[in-house]
């Protein structure tokens, strides 16, 4: 505008308004807002100079999303120290020179990327602790070298790893083409260059306190497994991930050997039952339990730090703890058949509860069998109860209809990470319970609307949608952005589904000839990935998508539903 100011250097300051501030008075809203901002600029001047101190960077040349920018810059330079060609990708594949072109194996949906979950689903009647884990990732990293050891085998011998050819070979033209196993291990070298990335960090933190390098460990984990990246490449994350899962499932052995059991675990969450019968004795004891496992070496910086617990606990699948049966929805409200259900769960926890404090009052459980038959030591008397009711609504007991089926459609998305508080969280799209419901004020900005007419109650304008929140921090997550992380998942279902293998079904084998009918043994084949599973995915997005309000995923998903018409019959079912 002013042509003088472009001979001043020029630092932006990146700042977020919510949206949710447009109002009939937005004009002196959002001058105080830039007032705000203006005295404010300062503080956050100071900040960024200390930023870009640390990150050798210019001032002008931080963006928005820093941290994410410095991590690829730091892992640049160590790459390049490490005499690594440098490359930078600003999409999702990794810029390999063209070989990643052909490579769509590394974007498919990989089995493995759905974190690993204990759940065992029972009546723990003495006192449960919910843990909160964090900083597996980055723990993994640092001990990714012990973790083959802990298995009995060593990185020498493991197939994670290529050797690598000396100058000497090259120059001389000897070295033969060595058989790369797969991508992770071709990776194995940047994997290297990554952990002293993270230890370099850590260094800064121990010795001199350094807080921006501090943030930097703490949003590791969304630098690996973000696609904006520059520097992103699936197969480093696939690599961390497979690492994590091992180191995992020592660290719920861990729990074990110490005594606990295990009532559900996942990469961010472990509730354990601590068989206590006080409170006191409980903390106690997972103080203790704690302790000692951050003693150990492997799990060093893993941060574990305790929710919540209960007295008792009746467990089916996290987004069912307790008096939050998603399953009242699913029964038909006919002559209080809710109200029923809960009152019966209700009077059986806190018949069992007061009767553990034996007062001696007991109320016979009555009704639906699932939950009860949760407690196993009511066991007898929950098969009886049930071969009654059945015969009441005429069900033979063996009959298909009385097994039970979990009635809600479920889909977890992985390791969504907030951008208010940095918690990272599996969500069960439909059956969590975190959600509420927004204005999308983007439908139609109502400062438009305010300069045509003079409407006072702009609200019923703007579309209302449910959206999912952090239960940390409730700051609700970008519905835009989990539509895409949908979208995403379509493509690399339908990928994988393309690019599956065939099978034999009666011996198992792979299919190796490309033209045969049969199988050598006379078999017939089979797909590995089976239609039915894609499309009850393609179902389920087709739901989600209709209930918060998608349109580009709606409109993917009724596409591939159309595109083929054995789906088609049932789109509403
Ligand atoms: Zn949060
Ligand atoms: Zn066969």
Redo the contacts with the bound molecule.
Sequence with gaps: MMPVLGEFPLVPIHVQDSEAIWDLNWQRTWARNMLRHFLNSETVLDLMTEQSRYFHLPLGNLPPDATLFATDLFYARHLVKHNFLLWCSPTERPDLGGREADDNRLLTEFEESSSVVTNNPDCYSTFCVELDIDGLAVNTLLQSHHVNDIEGTSSCVAFDTIPQASLEEIVGGQSAVLPTYDETALVSGAFKVLRAMVNAWLRDVTLYKNVIADFQILHFYRWLRSPNALLYDPALRRSLHNLMKKLFIQLVAEFKRLGSVIVYANFNKIIICTKKKTIEDAIGYVEFVVQSIRNKELFHSIEISYQQCWEYLVWLDPPTIVMNWNLVEYLPNVGGCRDNFKAVIAGYISAVYLHLKETGIQVTPARVRRVLSLDSSVNDEVMHIRRNMLRLINIGEFNELAEWRDPCISFVLPEVICKACNHCRDIDLCKDNHRAIENDWLVCPPYFINSLFDLTNIETLARKIPVWQCPLCRTSYDNSEIEYLLLDTVQRKAMAYTLQDVQ??????IKLENMSEY?????EFQCLVSRSDLEIHLRTFYKIAQYFKMPLLLEIVEWAIDLNPSFATGKET
């Design positions: 034999c079904k009666k011996c198992l084998q199988c050598s043994c006379a078999g």
